[in-house]
């Protein structure tokens, strides 16, 4: 049973636009969320986390929508750049249990210059 | 840089031969993980680690064994090498605090023929 799920396996969007990646969960444990970001040939880079108490958090271009009841998050960014295209890894903690991250499966983003 | 080496970096390896895959961090974090990653399941956690000799299982444990006799140095054995253990594979490592975020290191690629 997938407790991270991204639906969407890919997403273009044209350079300067937005793009909005989205999460959904299924375990209501989870106070604490976070995005990934991946280029080929090398490990995962945090971006930004959301705690299950705030429903936004804004870092420069890249900010976090988290909709407990709906158990959904999203990550915009906005404008995209050709950098930007890469896999984005959802994923969610409960706290206290030994910091363990469930991940869903990626998106890969491409960004049209 | 999040200060974890992981050795070796690309092993072709045969069946049933014993793998051994080594990940050292230099920030004397508690916690230390392995997680595979595999096209259509994303990042999926192996073993774990919350401390020198203590360590648990992830959600795709079965053919794998860790250690952890040093704060700074986490190892992941395949005792026998099958080829659905081709993967790429990533050691994480993270302080453990309420809200905390996990680092990764650069990624092992791991073939077995």
């Known amino acids: 049973d997938q407790q991270v799920k991204q639906n969407s396996p890919s997403l273009s969007v044209q350079e300067g636009r937005i793009s909005i990646l989205n999460c959904d969960y299924t375990?209501?444990?989870?106070?604490?969320f976070l995005w990934y970001k991946k280029y080929p040939a090398e490990g995962p880079t945090f971006l930004i986390s959301i705690s299950s108490i705030k429903d936004k958090n804004e870092d420069g271009r890249f900010t976090v929508f988290l909709n407990k009841s709906a158990k959904h998050l999203s990550l915009h960014i906005v404008p995209s750049q050709p950098g930007d295209s890469a896999v984005y890894f959802c994923a969610a903690s409960v706290t206290g249990a030994n910091s363990k991250l469930t991940f869903g499966k990626g998106i890969t983003l491409s960004v049209r210059p | 840089d999040a200060g974890i080496t992981q050795s070796p970096r690309h092993k072709v390896t045969e069946t049933g031969t014993p793998v051994t895959l080594r990940c050292h961090q230099t920030e004397n974090h508690r916690y230390m993980y392995w997680y595979r990653q595999d096209p259509g399941h994303g990042l999926r956690l192996i073993h774990y680690s919350y401390g020198v000799k203590d360590t648990d299982k992830g959600e795709v444990s079965d053919g794998y064994s860790v250690s952890r006799s040093k704060t700074e140095d986490f190892l992941l054995t395949l005792e026998s090498a099958t080829s659905s253990q081709t993967s790429v594979y990533f050691c994480?490592?993270?302080?453990?605090?309420?809200?905390?975020?996990?680092?990764f290191g650069e990624g092992s690629w791991l073939t077995v023929v």
């Open positions: 994480a490592i993270s302080q453990g605090q309420i809200g905390n975020t996990i680092y």
């Open positions: 375990n209501s444990m989870f106070d604490y």
